[in-house]
Nanobody
C-alpha cells in the first residue's frame, strides 16, 4: 500500500522560509516521479514542482521559480520542498504526489498525501 505523508507546514511571516517533507512508502521510489501541488481556498489545484523519475529533472511552476527548490533523500524515500521568500499568495494546502509517468500534470499522479497547511502572514 502506497503512503505519502507530508510534514513541515505551519505559519510563517512574509519573506520567511519553510521546508516541507514527504515520506513515501510502499513504492519503488526511484521509479516514480514525485510532485508537489498546492490548493488555496476557492482556487484550483496548482502545480508547484516535480522531479521526474527518468533522469531526475525538476520542473517548477512559474509562480515559485527561483524561490522554491525540490530535493530528495533517496535513502529515506523522502522528498523535500524548500520554500524561501514566501508571500501571502503562497498560502495553501501543499500536497505531495507520486506518478509512474514522467509528468507535472496533476491528473497523471496516482497517489496523493493528505496535505499540509502553509500559511504566510503579511
Amino acid at each position: 500500500q502506497v503512503q505519502l505523508v507530508e510534514s513541515g507546514g505551519g505559519l510563517v511571516q512574509a519573506g520567511g522560509s519553510l521546508r516541507l517533507s514527504c515520506a513515501a512508502s510502499g513504492l519503488t521510489f526511484s521509479s516514480y516521479s514525485m510532485g508537489w501541488f498546492r490548493q488555496a481556498p476557492g482556487k484550483e489545484r496548482e502545480f508547484v514542482a516535480a522531479m521526474l523519475w527518468n533522469g531526475g529533472y525538476v520542473y517548477y511552476g512559474n509562480s515559485v521559480k527561483g524561490r522554491f527548490t525540490m530535493s530528495t533523500d533517496n535513502a529515506k524515500n523522502t522528498v523535500f520542498l524548500h520554500m524561501a521568500t514566501l508571500n501571502p499568495e503562497d498560502t495553501a494546502v501543499y500536497y505531495c504526489a507520486a506518478s509512474k509517468v514522467a509528468t507535472h500534470q496533476a491528473k497523471d499522479y496516482d497517489y496523493w498525501g493528505q496535505g499540509t497547511q502553509v500559511t504566510v502572514s503579511s
